[in-house]
């Protein structure tokens, strides 16, 4: 063997933390990733600039996933700058970082605005994230840091309502 010749077990080493780095990173840049629809219809309208589907409709964007029947796409200078989804109830779905627990939620009406990382979920809007279920009228997500925002600040009447579960220990 020669001195200055690497060994195999640094190439795999180099290799896995290659990959794994490559990873972390990936559902940071959900933002970036193109937006992919499904659905049973669309249609376009070029007067509006907006597209509309429906039946069924999941979009993805990076590992953001939403369900809903309904999905209606406004876009400012041909780039989808919001997209409105409906349903009952439309289900969303994110992985905030590999190998973290998925992000999930649900309302009768969300918005989604691309560019600012923004997700607003609104009428009867639910968010399970790690060991906590957050519930109101209004939710604000935001899908690159994964913080939640719940409630108005102007209403008085419209409550929050968490549940925060014990982390669960592991078996000795």
């Avoid at 200078?77 to 439309?90: H, I, Q, S």
């Amino acid at each position: 063997m020669t001195k200055n010749k690497p060994s195999i077990l640094f190439h795999y080493s180099a290799l896995i933390i290659l990959l794994l780095s490559c990873n972390a990173f990936a559902l940071e840049t959900d933002a970036e990733q193109p937006i992919t629809i499904d659905s049973n219809t669309a249609t376009y309208d070029d007067l509006s600039a907006t597209s509309t589907y429906t039946g069924n409709v999941i979009s993805i964007q990076g590992s953001i996933v939403v369900h809903s029947d309904k999905l209606v796409v406004y876009f400012v200078n041909g780039d989808a700058e919001k997209l409105v989804f409906t349903g009952n109830k439309a289900k969303f779905k994110q992985t905030p970082s590999v190998g973290a627990k998925d992000i999930t939620g649900e309302s009768f009406i969300g918005h989604y605005f691309p560019k600012a990382n923004q997700l607003v979920l609104i009428d009867t809007a639910t968010v399970w994230k790690d060991d906590g279920i957050y519930s109101s009228h209004l939710i604000e997500y935001n899908t690159k840091t994964s913080l939640v925002n719940a409630g108005e600040k102007t209403s008085d009447t419209k409550r929050v309502h968490v549940i925060l579960k014990p982390k669960e220990q592991p078996v000795k």
